[in-house]
């Protein structure tokens, strides 16, 4: 699998799915609270397992796509951060 070039985090595509749809609202349909759901939107926090399935079931997608989305972005940030060199534990 190869990695896509600075992926957005998902809450910038989550606002895009939105539209005109306000974070209360679509809260209170996702049944979480507002700032929870503000925080992945301003993407300030991730997308979680339990969100994932939320928002597939809101918007008709898959789990898979809103916990891949956020796996690509977690990696891509992961992968800019300096770490020392480690050796294989295994030949």
Known sequence: MTRMHNPPHPGEVLREYLGDISVT?????????RVTLSRVVTCVSGISA???YRLAA????SPELWAGMQLQYDLYQAGKVKRP???RLAA
């Open 50 to 52: 339990d969100m994932a």
């Open 85 to 87: 060199k480690i050796d």
């Open 25 to 33: 609202e679509a809260a209170l349909k996702l049944s979480i609270n």
């Open 58 to 61: 809101a918007f008709g997608t």
